[in-house]
Structures are given as structure tokens and as C-alpha cells.
């Protein structure tokens, strides 16, 4: 029998410092971007462009372009040094990944819906970075900009405000 402690479990930024986070971003690499529109990171990609302040850049080594704009085959070659870096890769690749985006010094590592690392999450804040998993940044910026019952999502929020139509 181990006498060990076992880890804490991580724990995820509350609402208002995911909000800080977003705040406070300028531009996004949406890491393992793909061109074909039935990827969460294509669908992600499109909002962000055409719904949000940030300038984005798409890394996949494989793609020349997406949704018009060039992309890059790694964080390290981009024309600035990302805030937020935003992953779409397999759960493998996550370390990896977290390497990349010490070295270039993006402020923050945000895993995708479905996407949990616990050591990479360690150990990213650890170095400094701010962390969020399992959360979409899409839906978060949506969120806090009042788009989510846009997309179809139930927010709970009754409003006196009179709904305009179309």
C-alpha cells in the first residue's frame, strides 16, 4: 500500500478568468486547423473570424490555406508570438504541443471540447501559462458576448429587453 498523497485533481479557470483570458487576447493559433468544413476546428475557425476581434492563424503542415488566410506549419513560424494557442490535436500530441507553445511564450494553452491532459495542464501552469480544457473557445466567446442563443443553445437568461426581428 502506497503512503503517497494522491494529486489534487486539476482544476479548470472559473467563468470570470476564462472571460479575463479572453479578454486579454489578441490573436489565436488554432493548432491542427483543417480546411474541410465538417472539423470542429473549421466551424471554430469560421466564427472566430468573422465574430471576433483576434487576429488568427491556422498551423497544420499540410494545408497551404484556410478559409483564405495562409497557414503554418508550426507555432514557431508565425509572424507573431500568439496569446492563446487553441488545440485540436489527438490526446498524444498534447505534449508536444505544450513544448511548442513554451518555446515561442504564448501566455496561454486552451484544449479543445473533449481534449484533457492533466499533465499537461500541470505543467503548463507551472511555466506559467494559463490553462483551460475541455472548453470550447467558440462557445466561450460566444458566451460572454451573448451569440450562444444564436447557435442554438438554451443560456437561461430571461431578459426584459424586446427581441428584434428580422
Known amino acids: 500500500m ?3 498523497t494522491p494529486a489534487t485533481p486539476w482544476v479548470a479557470p472559473s467563468a470570470p478568468d476564462r472571460l479575463r483570458i ?3 487576447t489578441g490573436s489565436i ?3 491542427g486547423a483543417s480546411n474541410k468544413p465538417s472539423r470542429a476546428s473549421y466551424f471554430v475557425a469560421t466564427y472566430l473570424q468573422s465574430s471576433s476581434p483576434y487576429r488568427l ?3 497544420n503542415p499540410v494545408v497551404d490555406e484556410i478559409l483564405g488566410q495562409r497557414t503554418y506549419p508550426s507555432l514557431a513560424d508565425l509572424p507573431e508570438t500568439p ?6 490535436r489527438k490526446h498524444d500530441d498534447l505534449p508536444a504541443v505544450l513544448e511548442e507553445t513554451l518555446d515561442v511564450g504564448a501566455k496561454t494553452l486552451w484544449l479543445q471540447l473533449g481534449s484533457w491532459h492533466e499533465e499537461v495542464a500541470r505543467k503548463a501552469e ?3 501559462l494559463n490553462v483551460v480544457m475541455d472548453r470550447c473557445v467558440k ?3 460566444a458566451r460572454f458576448h451573448g451569440g450562444l442563443n444564436l447557435a442554438g443553445f438554451n443560456t437561461g437568461v430571461i431578459s426584459s429587453k424586446r ?3 428580422a
Request: proline share 0%; glycine share 4%.
Open 2 to 4: 502506497s503512503t503517497e
Open 22 to 24: 479572453l479578454r486579454n
Open 29 to 31: 493559433a488554432i493548432v
Open 57 to 59: 492563424y491556422f498551423v
Open 83 to 88: 496569446d492563446l494557442v487553441d488545440v485540436f
Open 126 to 128: 507551472a511555466s506559467g
Open 139 to 141: 462557445i466561450e466567446h
Open 163 to 165: 427581441q428584434v426581428t
